[in-house]
């Protein structure tokens, strides 16, 4: 089955600096890749995903990467500022599969 | 829609004593996932459904866990006996297909002592 490993797991960074946190995976028909954020105390909530027809999708501050030769996405956060602190859990997904893996999360704090 | 809705939101129950956890997903949704979540073992996968079908109960920890689907609108996660390990939150997801988006409920945080 699919493999999903997500680095790093704690990741701090000051106010206005950019964030980027990273998955592998093994299933090269895996084709469906979300992203979500867990402020504490909340549910997880997607904030970008991508699918693998595309290398790349953007947000405002929040952007994804793609690279289905290597098996790796990328989430990148640019300008980052306080409320951007929480973990963020990557996954991957197949159509025809019957799974859904998620990462083991990134903590990330932004410091002001 | 109001989203996922899951009962109750918090339970507080002693070792040994039966616990049942209520889900409610999204109308219209195909997927239902039940997850497990802990500081020591983050974000675990216990079971899905796909049309009220349990397709993949592999993480499920042992025989004393359990979950049903009987209907579209309804799923519910038992556990029997309970035990202190077993306290997490526990949330319910929903979504219309494997590669969408998925939906999660508020929690249940349970606490057994």
């Known amino acids: 089955g699919e493999n999903v490993e997500q680095h790093p797991s704690t990741l701090s960074v000051q106010e206005g600096d950019s964030a980027v946190i990273k998955c592998t995976y093994s299933?090269?028909?895996?084709?469906?890749f979300p992203w979500y954020k867990q402020e504490l105390g909340k549910r997880p909530q997607l904030i970008i995903d991508?699918?693998?027809?595309?290398g790349e999708k953007k947000d405002q501050r929040i952007a994804v990467t793609l690279n289905k030769t290597a098996k790796h996405f990328s989430l990148h956060i640019t300008e980052t500022q306080p409320e951007d602190s929480a973990v963020y859990f990557c996954?991957?997904?197949?159509?025809?599969?019957?799974?859904?893996?998620f990462g083991t999360g990134t903590s990330l704090t932004v410091i002001p | 829609d109001a989203g996922v809705i899951q009962s109750p939101r918090h339970e507080v129950t002693e070792m040994g004593q039966e616990v049942t956890l209520r889900c409610k997903p999204i109308s219209g949704h195909d997927y239902l996932f039940w997850y497990r979540q802990t500081m020591m073992r983050g974000l675990e996968l216990l079971i899905y459904f796909n049309n009220n079908v349990p397709i993949d109960d592999s993480g499920m920890p042992e025989d004393r866990f359990s979950a049903k689907m009987p209907n579209a609108s309804f799923s519910t996660l038992k556990i029997q006996p309970s035990e202190p390990r077993d306290s997490a939150v526990y949330f319910c997801a929903s979504s219309l297909t494997n590669y969408n988006e998925q939906f999660f409920g508020p929690g249940t945080r349970l606490t057994v002592l």
């Open positions: 299933d090269s028909a895996s084709n469906y």
């Open positions: 991508i699918r693998s027809n595309v």
């Open positions: 996954a991957a997904s197949t159509v025809t599969g019957n799974q859904f893996y």
